[in-house]
């Protein structure tokens, strides 16, 4: 006769390997998205589109085709776009997605605002050679900076650093190391660990990642004039980052709040937008006077 103890040691058992095998199975299917995510963590991080959708010349601006090249000796495309009564130049560093041919709202308010603007695409991004990655898009940034400098005769302190979203980390980057008139971070994020923990907090991501685009850190080092944008409304990066970015950043610095989603807030906040950008702009080369 089976004794009541050892009875209910074989349910307890009954019971008990169906748990082992969830764990097992649940284990082994974060280890296999961890080791993709680890060697495929670039495609979460750009999105480069390669086709031009069209140029500055199609809404009405006047624009010379730039190329230079890299200190690695990656060649680079990019457009300057003149203004009128020009007041300095705006040093365009964009997001992850598309290539500079999606960012004309942007050009047409910069014009408005008084400013020759310098956009130009990442390597692997519309007509740059090469293929991104962190060190390459700082080396880019960099380059854009020699061409201004070098090429155009432009002096530093009319020079503002333009980044929105990644461009934001590159521009923070480029900043700390070559100080410009002012610096404007636009829905940018402290840096891609704190945005990638968020997202997937069962994975250890901080150890995972190969990115860090370190916003903060770079920021903290910047001595020039900062304003920080953020939305609410950001539905990509929470806007207690655009904060906490305000807070390391060293005076003299200025938050603009405005609404709207993450891609379309510059659109949607419309007048505030540009009032707020122009106060800071005026601030800028004024102090240069």
């Known amino acids: 006769m089976r004794s009541p103890v050892g009875e209910s040691v074989v349910k307890a058992k009954g019971l008990f390997m169906p748990g082992i095998w969830i764990v097992i199975i649940i284990a082994g299917a974060s280890i296999i998205f961890a080791g993709f995510f680890f060697i495929f963590q670039s495609r979460y991080i750009y999105y480069p589109v390669r086709e031009l959708a069209g140029d500055p010349g199609s809404i009405g601006l006047q624009f010379e085709n730039v190329s230079f090249e890299t200190t690695d000796k990656v060649r680079l495309s990019g457009w300057f776009?003149?203004?009128?009564?020009?007041?300095?130049?705006?040093?365009?560093?964009?997001?992850?997605?598309?290539?500079?041919?999606?960012?004309?709202?942007?050009?047409?308010?910069?014009?408005?605002?008084?400013l020759d603007v310098f956009i130009f695409d990442y390597r692997g991004y519309g007509q740059s050679e090469g293929k991104?990655?962190?060190?390459?898009?700082?080396?880019?940034?960099?380059?854009?900076?020699?061409?201004?400098?070098e090429e155009r005769q432009v002096d530093p302190g009319e020079i503002i650093i333009f980044g929105r979203s990644l461009g934001g980390a590159i521009a923070s980057w480029l900043a700390q190391s070559y100080p410009p008139g002012g610096l404007i971070l636009e829905s940018t994020f402290t840096s891609v660990p704190d945005v990638v923990a968020k997202q997937y907090p069962y994975l250890p991501v901080r150890l995972l990642l190969r990115f860090r685009y370190n916003t903060a850190e770079h920021l903290g080092k910047v001595n020039s004039p900062v304003l920080i944008i953020h939305s609410r409304d950001d539905e990509v990066l929470p806007f207690n980052q655009g904060k906490r970015l305000f807070e390391i950043a060293k005076e003299p610095k200025e938050f603009?709040?405005?609404?709207?989603?993450?891609?379309?807030?510059?659109?949607?906040?419309?007048?505030?937008?540009?009032?707020?950008?122009?106060?800071?702009?005026s601030e800028c080369f004024e102090s240069k006077d």
């Open 132 to 149: 991104p990655s962190e060190r390459g898009t700082y080396n880019d940034a960099a380059a854009a900076w020699r061409y201004l400098i």
């Open 81 to 114: 776009v003149p203004g009128e009564d020009t007041r300095g130049v705006l040093l365009f560093c964009h997001g992850n997605g598309g290539n500079i041919s999606h960012r004309m709202e942007s050009l047409q308010i910069f014009h408005r605002l008084g």
């Open 256 to 281: 603009l709040e405005i609404t709207g989603a993450h891609n379309e807030g510059f659109i949607t906040s419309g007048k505030r937008y540009e009032e707020g950008l122009n106060t800071f702009i």
